[in-house]
């Protein structure tokens, strides 16, 4: 019966769970999560002023509109596939090296213990770093993508200055990204020294315990397999809390451009318009550029049925 019941859940069960699994991720988070809070991201920033548009980068916001549903969809799948299985195969992995020798146990919890000091000490500043990254990575995509836009003026008149420009901006995202780098590799050169350390105790006291009979030489291969499996895992999900963070750094970083109130909003008492002709009436229209003066002071404008208005000049020559 028990090789039965084996059977079954290596054949049946985990066939249905890893199915089910794989339907949730890709056909549900995938294609439906991540797109939905792109959506609501765009729909509530396409509500913004035509300023909140002008003094910022289009390429910038788009960044920022898109990698909103990323960093979202990646946390989720962060939770749902990784992190939980590794808390489960730990607890589980304490409770059968506590069924050979509690000392054993004592070491294991030590191990966790030391990791969870490494994660406190190192994802904070992970976290802080991935924002610092993300917003200087949407400015560099907002200069590209503002020059490409304007690439007939920049040709004309600023080729070497638009190069200049967009080289500094490559050295400001490699200012923000040299650091979060730094940070990856001493959280990846401690872990590596803590397993390293804590192996080699493990081991060496499961040695121990056979020679003084405590255990038997299966038992201490059973405890090292055990341990072996762990220092992966552990590695694992300080990679998957690392990526936890990182994406929680590129959310704020988007939070704090798409939650932005919006500029203009209409009167509390506002009334639907009602179209009874073709006319449209401007009164006294300033703009200035975010300046106190220049461009446009004080313009009337009236547009009678049939008439057109014409703009001439291409987008982006002033």
């Given at each position: 019966?028990?090789?039965?019941?084996?059977?079954?859940?290596?054949?049946?069960?985990?066939?249905?769970?890893?199915?089910?699994?794989?339907?949730?991720?890709?056909?549900?988070?995938?294609?439906?999560?991540?797109?939905?809070?792109?959506?609501?991201a765009h729909r509530h920033v396409s509500r913004q002023s035509y300023a909140f548009f002008q003094n910022?980068?289009?390429?910038?916001?788009?960044?920022?509109?898109?990698?909103?549903?990323?960093?979202?969809?990646?946390?989720?799948?962060?939770?749902?596939?990784?992190?939980?299985?590794?808390?489960?195969?730990?607890?589980?992995?304490?409770?059968?090296?506590?069924?050979?020798?509690?000392?054993?146990?004592?070491?294991?919890?030590?191990?966790?213990?030391?990791?969870?000091w490494l994660a406190k000490l190192y994802l904070p500043a992970i976290r802080k770093h991935a924002e610092?990254?993300?917003?200087?990575?949407?400015?560099?995509?907002?200069?590209?993508?503002?020059?490409?836009?304007?690439?007939?003026?920049?040709?004309?008149?600023?080729?070497?200055?638009?190069?200049?420009?967009?080289?500094?901006?490559?050295?400001?995202?490699?200012?923000?990204?040299?650091?979060?780098?730094?940070?990856?590799?001493?959280?990846?050169?401690?872990?590596?020294?803590?397993?390293?350390?804590?192996?080699?105790?493990?081991?060496?006291?499961?040695?121990?315990?056979?020679?003084?009979?405590?255990?038997?030489?299966?038992?201490?291969?059973?405890?090292?397999?055990?341990?072996?499996?762990?220092?992966?895992?552990?590695?694992?999900?300080?990679?998957?809390?690392?990526?936890?963070?990182?994406?929680?750094?590129?959310?704020?970083?988007?939070?704090?451009?798409?939650?932005?109130?919006?500029?203009?909003?209409?009167?509390?008492?506002?009334?639907?318009?009602?179209?009874?002709?073709?006319?449209?009436?401007?009164?006294?229209?300033?703009?200035?550029?975010?300046?106190?003066?220049?461009?446009?002071?004080?313009?009337?404008?009236?547009?009678?049925?049939?008439?057109?208005?014409?703009?001439?000049?291409?987008?982006?020559?002033?």
């Amino acid at each position: 019966p028990e090789l039965v019941f084996m059977a079954v859940v290596v054949l049946v069960i985990r066939t249905v769970v890893v199915g089910l699994s794989a339907l949730v991720d890709e056909q549900t988070i995938t294609p439906g999560f991540y797109n939905l809070v792109r959506w609501q991201a765009h729909r509530h920033v396409s509500r913004q002023s035509y300023a909140f548009f002008q003094n910022d980068f289009a390429g910038r916001i788009a960044t920022k509109v898109w990698q909103a549903g990323q960093a979202t969809g990646d946390l989720m799948e962060s939770f749902i596939e990784v992190v939980w299985f590794m808390i489960v195969y730990t607890v589980t992995t304490l409770a059968l090296v506590a069924g050979l020798d509690l000392r054993l146990a004592v070491l294991v919890v030590i191990w966790i213990s030391a990791f969870g000091w490494l994660a406190k000490l190192y994802l904070p500043a992970i976290r802080k770093h991935a924002e610092e990254t993300a917003e200087a990575g949407s400015m560099i995509t907002g200069r590209i993508v503002d020059s490409y836009s304007n690439v007939q003026t920049l040709k004309l008149f600023s080729a070497d200055g638009d190069d200049r420009y967009i080289r500094n901006g490559f050295d400001i995202y490699l200012d923000a990204l040299r650091p979060f780098t730094r940070r990856l590799t001493g959280v990846r050169m401690a872990l590596t020294t803590l397993s390293g350390i804590m192996i080699t105790a493990i081991g060496c006291f499961a040695v121990y315990l056979w020679v003084e009979g405590s255990i038997t030489v299966g038992a201490v291969a059973f405890t090292l397999s055990l341990v072996l499996r762990l220092n992966m895992l552990l590695g694992r999900l300080m990679m998957q809390l690392n990526s936890i963070l990182r994406n929680l750094g590129v959310l704020e970083n988007s939070k704090a451009l798409i939650s932005q109130p919006l500029g203009l909003t209409d009167a509390p008492d506002a009334k639907e318009l009602v179209v009874a002709g073709g006319r449209i009436a401007v009164k006294n229209v300033e703009f200035h550029y975010g300046k106190g003066f220049g461009v446009l002071n004080g313009i009337d404008l009236v547009v009678r049925p049939g008439e057109k208005v014409g703009l001439v000049g291409p987008s982006g020559s002033g």
